[in-house]
């Protein structure tokens, strides 16, 4: 299939989008997506992105993944795939970028006490501030929606639709209804009806577990907690490890480690591509608006990689982020999150968001430690009279 510049018919076309929520002129020379694309760039919340955790904590190490390295990884992957199925590499690069804006400071066990911390703060149905939870992907639409604060005449980034789409990759039926009622642009809409995002969205969902499956192997190993001989367990990567063994006979440690991640990311890539191209094909649909009206995703692995790809998720999940070290800095990570949080409700003196007109405190409080960084959390915490847990 040659690569063309030109979109396809169901690719995501600019000048077709849906809008912005507040109506602006359009760029002289941009398209909408990289207007999209270059508000993310700039805003605060990505460059937090480089100061919080992946899966290991910063300052664990230099050359672990962060979420804003990762986050490159999937425009990479991404843009690499929309090339090729001539879909729009500018609105896979905003949503890529985009995706983890939301993502809390140490990862998931951010995440959990973030979440555990909103519940005791009141029952789910009592405010409907309160009772979002917590959702990365609502976070991030929370981020580009409401909390940059850059513009004069709006809250937030003023993303296209598409965009803010993309960015919602989950959403819970009860927090679909919510974001209904109070955002009339039907983003979460297909939550509710079924239906999927736009092919574009679609491809950035799984370059995200692309990038991820494939970095972690490489952080695992490099941080000790996984080794090549454990890896010999999953089909798949022993698969590239033997084809590399036999191009480079004698290949040692870290290039034999690279060379099988490289050779697994180009497979993944290409049968994305094959297999994506021909249930496009199969399905018939032709513009961006009719692929909304699928009920599966068209962009999608074969079903055999997309076994292979799960026993690999699944290793990574009980040998990686199961792993008794990264349990342990999980649970300092959650306590530092969970006690500032307890602390900024009890003492609302002690933080810049204390006093919001207008917003329920609890809300105030989860926004504000979410956009920190980790090591931003950290050193809150450790002010405002919590244990050293990190040095
Ligand atoms: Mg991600």
């Given at each position: 299939?040659p ?31 990289q ?7 700039h805003?605060?919340a990505?460059?937090?992105?480089v ?5 290991f ?20 992957l ?18 890529a ?12 066990a ?5 979440n ?5 703060a ?9 009772g ?35 960015i ?27 239906g999927?995002?736009?092919l ?9 577990e ?23 367990e ?26 099988s991640?490289?050779?697994m ?6 049968d994305?591509?094959?297999t ?16 909304r ?11 055999e990689?997309a ?11 009980h ?11 999980t649970e300092?990570?959650?306590?530092v999150v969970?006690?500032?949080?307890d602390?900024y409700?009890?003492h ?13 405190p ?14 931003f ?12 847990l990190?040095?």
């Amino acid at each position: 299939m040659p690569a063309s510049a030109e979109l396809a018919v169901y690719a995501s076309c600019p000048i077709a989008s849906r809008g912005r929520r507040f109506p602006e002129p359009d760029a002289p020379t941009r398209s909408v997506f990289q207007r999209d694309r270059d508000r993310i760039i700039h805003s605060t919340a990505f460059r937090r992105l480089v100061y919080k955790t992946q899966v290991f904590l910063n300052h664990e190490g230099d050359l672990f993944r962060t979420r804003l390295t990762h986050s490159l990884e999937v425009a990479q992957l991404g843009r690499s795939i929309a090339r090729t199925l001539r879909l729009n590499e500018d609105l896979v690069e905003a949503v890529a970028l985009a995706h983890d804006l939301g993502h809390t400071p140490f990862g998931h066990a951010g995440q959990d006490a973030w979440n555990a911390a909103m519940k005791r703060a009141g029952p789910a149905s009592s405010d409907s501030e309160v009772g979002w939870g917590f959702e990365h992907n609502i976070q991030s639409l929370r981020v580009v929606d409401e909390l940059e604060e850059r513009y004069p005449a709006f809250d937030g980034l003023n993303l296209t639709f598409e965009t803010r789409e993309g960015i919602l990759k989950h959403c819970s039926r009860s927090n679909a209804l919510r974001l209904k009622q109070r955002d009339t642009s039907g983003v979460a809409d297909r939550f509710l009806s079924g239906g999927s995002p736009s092919l574009e969205a679609q491809l950035c969902n799984l370059a995200d577990e692309i990038a991820y499956n494939a970095h972690d192997i490489d952080d695992g190993v490099r941080s000790g907690l996984l080794t090549l001989e454990q890896l010999a367990e999953v089909p798949l990567f022993q698969y590239y490890v033997d084809q590399a063994l036999r191009s480079h006979p004698g290949l040692r440690a870290r290039r034999l480690l690279f060379e099988s991640i490289r050779l697994m990311l180009s497979d993944q890539v290409y049968d994305v591509i094959a297999t994506s191209h021909q249930r496009i094909q199969d399905s018939g649909v032709a513009s961006a608006e009719e692929v909304r009206t699928c009920s599966s995703p068209l962009v999608s692995f074969s079903e055999e990689m997309a076994r292979q790809s799960q026993a690999l998720k699944s290793f990574l999940l009980h040998n990686l982020y199961r792993h008794p070290q990264v349990m342990e800095t999980t649970e300092r990570a959650a306590r530092v999150v969970s006690e500032l949080f307890d602390s900024y409700l009890q003492h609302p003196t002690e933080w810049p968001q204390g006093g919001p007109p207008g917003r329920h405190p609890a809300r105030a409080a989860a926004d504000y430690i979410a956009g920190m960084t980790d090591r931003f959390a950290i050193r809150e915490h450790q002010r405002l009279g919590g244990a050293v847990l990190f040095r």
